[in-house]
């Protein structure tokens, strides 16, 4: 995807840190990221485009909309990301007149005042940092649960490394965060009032100029500046004092850490307070802006210098919670929810069965399509600039690649294994130089659960046999798909029965195939919570039903809502089916 990163700041903060660590990882996963901010310090992969967000006159904001309209425009922006209240606002009109979806991660607890609660600005999903946040915009600005979702930070776990305790002979606490705004009011109170700096060997790590006020301490506080190594600071440090993401690396690196933030002290972390400190951003939000008692700051760091690490039942939970590639993962599930619902637009799955030559081919049953008009459903799919995708490129490059800008992509299916699948099937697909997956049944030779029943008996049509499976697969424009050994319906087996029936027809594609299968489609559509648990043990990444499941693909692998193609489905019907949005439009019906 596009994406344009919006932030508004004058300094290195939490909010930039995010923004870049996330950025790139997204960026390594082949998206464009591009940022739009006042400044950018932290070294970034992709464009950055200056504007001055904090500059918030109206005649400004005016240009800040016109500005962010034209990076919209001229980078084919797909969706925007914006990080604060000044960017959000800007980004919010802008979006709203080129119709692109937007998301804002909220860093911090939000003013509240009429304006804010009537017009939120935070485009299409909010997404807090911590549970206090969403909570915050739930109770005060009146933003609906249901359009936000927690997003915690992304930090590279395995950049951190457990660091042995320092043997200091005099105990180093390291401070670590701004001088400007609530975090320097902080700073200054613990210098002032709660550290006993001939004691302790205090470091105030900081991005920030040192300023007058912090003069008196410069004489027994050092302060070192601004440091791109954080592992060699908390191998040095006998207790790190800090909040958002300076408390979650110090506990990734296993030291002591007192989180302490713009809201609250959490205390020391310990396996007891975990869980609240996530929830607060490790006290940097809270249900007011300070509610911290500073007369047992002093105690706490006595009694927090004892200990020489962090528990491992901690540091585990940091890793489990704030690892970038599972957040970023969880990001781009949002970004992908966002999108889709926001433009009604999803990537058509479309279902055949079997393909005839002639009047005397065809069945009782709609599941059939004459080979001249599969032809003519090709020649369609070119002149619309559409490209084939099968489950196992998606399993390679990721579900959100479908949504690649300047893409139009489809995924062929075809269910059962019908022989004329290789006979009519595979010379089009090579013709076209398309590709399309193939559902078989192992463990029939025709296709008797629709000839061997007493009610509308369908003729009897061959299923492939195994050269002609082994042929599809290795012509690389085939998929091969499992679909069970008889075609039953799942619902109606038992547990054992179904696990059977998948797990099977599994095995023996793979041994003849001499490949691991990566999607399975229930017959008939029909299956219950069960059939889909069994397809995700059996090691299926995908399994596709028919007409249920949500309308995004991502939202559910093990329901992938498909679009049935009928003997009547001419290039019109066709065109109506693939342009998009047919299943939101029917669905609505």
């Known amino acids: 995807m596009n994406i344009l990163m919006a932030l508004s700041q004058l300094e290195v903060t939490g909010a930039e840190v995010y923004a870049t660590t996330v950025g790139d990882e997204l960026t390594k996963r082949g998206h464009n990221v591009i940022y739009v901010s006042d400044t950018l310090t ?24 016109a500005y962010l309209v034209y990076l919209i425009r001229k980078n084919n922006i797909q969706l925007v990301h914006a990080h604060s209240r000044a960017s959000s606002w800007s980004c919010h009109i802008a979006c709203k007149i080129t119709g692109t979806p937007m998301v804002t991660t909220v860093h911090g607890r939000q003013p509240v005042h009429a304006s804010r609660k009537k017009f939120h600005a935070m485009g299409d999903k909010a997404l807090p940092v911590c549970e206090a946040i969403r909570e915050q915009l739930h109770k005060d600005l009146t933003v609906p649960l249901d359009e936000m979702v927690v997003s915690r930070n992304g930090i590279q776990t ?13 105990p180093v606490i390291s401070i670590i965060g701004r001088l400007t705004g609530p975090k320097g009011d902080l700073c200054y109170k613990l210098l002032q009032d709660c550290l006993d700096t001939d004691k302790y060997d205090v470091r105030v790590i900081t991005g920030s100029e040192v300023t007058g006020r912090f003069t008196p301490f410069t004489s027994k506080v050092s302060f070192p500046g601004y440091t791109n190594d954080v592992q060699k600071v908390m191998a040095q440090s006998d207790l790190v004092i800090g909040a958002g993401r300076v408390a979650m690396e110090a506990l990734l690196c296993g030291r002591p850490t007192l989180a302490i933030g713009e809201a609250n002290c959490i205390g020391l972390i310990d396996s007891n307070n975990i869980h609240q400190a996530m929830a607060t951003n490790f006290g940097d939000i809270g249900s007011k802006d300070l509610d911290i008692d500073f007369s047992q700051i002093a105690n706490i760091v006595e009694a927090a ?17 704030y690892d970038l590639s599972k957040v970023v993962d969880h990001l781009e599930d949002t970004y992908q929810t966002v999108y889709v619902e926001k433009l009604q637009r999803e990537m058509p799955v479309i ?4 393909f005839i030559r002639g009047e005397s081919e065809k069945g009782v049953h709609g599941t059939y399509m004459h080979v001249d008009m599969l032809e003519k459903h090709f020649k369609l799919l070119k002149r619309m600039g559409f490209e084939t995708l099968t489950f196992s490129d998606l399993a390679d490059k990721g579900l959100i690649h479908r949504l690649e800008y300047g893409k139009r992509y489809i995924i062929l299916t075809v269910d059962d294994g019908y022989k004329d699948n290789h006979e009519l099937l595979l010379p089009l697909l090579k013709k076209y130089h398309f590709k399309a997956v193939i559902y078989v049944v192992t463990g029939e030779k025709f296709n008797r659960w629709d000839v061997e029943v007493p009610e509308n008996p369908e003729k009897s049509v061959p299923l492939m046999s195994a050269e002609q499976l082994k042929e599809l697969h290795s012509s690389g424009l085939v998929e091969i798909g499992g679909h069970t050994m008889t075609h039953p319906r799942l619902s109606t087996l038992s547990e054992a029965d179904q696990r059977t029936q998948i797990e099977t027809n599994k095995q023996e594609l793979e041994e003849l195939l001499q490949t691991k299968l990566c999607s399975f489609a229930y017959p008939y559509g029909d299956h219950n919570q069960c059939s889909k648990d069994i397809a995700q043990q059996a090691g299926y990444q995908f399994a596709v039903a028919t007409n249920s499941g949500p309308l995004a693909i991502h939202q559910d692998k093990y329901q992938i809502r498909r679009i049935a193609i009928f003997p009547k489905t001419d290039v019109f019907g066709l065109w109506r089916k ?3 949005n047919y299943t939101f439009r029917k669905v609505k019906k």
Not at 310 to 317: D, I, Y
Not at 351 to 354: S, T
């Open 305 to 321: 210098l004892k200990t020489k690490h962090c528990e491992t039942k901690v540091n585990r939970l940091i890793q489990d919670n």
């Open 578 to 580: 693939i342009r998009g």
């Open 351 to 354: 279902m055949y069965h079997r």
């Open 158 to 170: 395995s950049h951190f490394k457990w660091q042995d305790a320092p043997e200091n002979t005099k």
């Open 42 to 65: 932290k070294p970034h992969l992709g464009p950055f485009f200056s504007l001055r967000f904090n500059k918030r006159s109206i005649p400004r904001r005016f240009w800040h909309v």
